[in-house]
């Protein structure tokens, strides 16, 4: 994928947000990992134990600082075009790590987040999968500038959802993780070479860079 705009490849982030080990959540982000650099993107596959940080401590903050582990994620965020966040649901929410990881990372400024393109997928054991925290997920991301995809991807029974391969069981379901991979990724070219995007609505006003907005809508 390489643009007159953008030289190179896309560059993505794919974080799976889950702490534990062999979680389904790495599972989906891997999958999804893999099916973005066979799209021709320069991926930056992540855990969230590669960001460690303490819970969110406004006098920790004016003390120290923010952690090593929130800068981190900062900077690969930095260095991307866009993120993907395959989130656990836990008790019809966001999973604490991941909202404490945003909170840290929105106290730096320029805002990380603002701007960033984001697809939200979650893997749940679940017969709904994990739609409710995606749902909520999206809340803090958008109030902070992302442009979230309005396509989230959410695997329910995922427990026994993957083949050994690492492609989805379920014929249908890969196809449309497929199709909204391709999408999100065409929609993130689209703008990285056009900047076709520049009408967006967010309500993070703390971040004063960049042009100017009103109260709503940055025009």
């Given at each position: 994928?390489?643009?007159?705009?953008?030289?190179?490849?896309?560059?993505?982030?794919?974080?799976?947000?889950?702490?534990?080990?062999g979680s389904t959540n790495a599972q989906l982000a891997s999958l999804v990992a893999r099916m973005m650099t066979e799209a021709g993107a320069d991926v930056d596959l992540a855990?969230?134990?590669?960001f460690d940080m303490p819970?969110?401590?406004g006098d920790a903050e004016a003390a120290?600082?923010?952690p090593a582990g929130a800068l981190a994620l900062r900077d690969r965020l930095e260095r991307s075009d866009a993120f993907v966040?395959?989130?656990?649901?836990?008790?019809?929410?966001?999973?604490?790590?991941?909202?404490?990881?945003?909170?840290?990372?929105?106290?730096i400024r320029p805002q990380p987040f603002k701007t960033k393109h984001a697809l939200l997928l979650s893997a749940s054991p679940s017969l709904v999968g994990g739609?409710?925290?995606?749902?909520?997920?999206?809340?803090?991301?958008?109030?902070?500038g992302t442009r979230v995809y309005p396509d989230m991807f959410s695997l329910a029974g995922a427990h026994k959802g993957f083949a050994e391969d690492g492609q989805l069981t379920d014929p249908a379901l890969q196809q449309r993780l497929n199709e909204t991979v391709t999408a999100f990724l065409h929609l993130v070219e689209a703008d990285a070479r056009y900047g076709c995007l520049q009408r967006r609505w967010y309500e993070f006003l703390g971040d004063r860079t960049g042009a100017p907005v009103t109260q709503r809508a940055e025009d």
């Open positions: 994928m390489t643009t007159e705009g953008h030289p190179g490849a896309l560059r993505v982030l794919v974080l799976g947000a889950a702490l534990r080990t855990a969230m134990r590669d819970l969110y401590d120290d600082g923010v966040l395959s989130s656990p649901e836990y008790n019809a929410s966001v999973p604490g790590v991941v909202k404490n990881a945003i909170d840290w990372v929105s106290r739609n409710r925290g995606l749902w909520a997920l999206r809340v803090p991301l958008e109030h902070l």
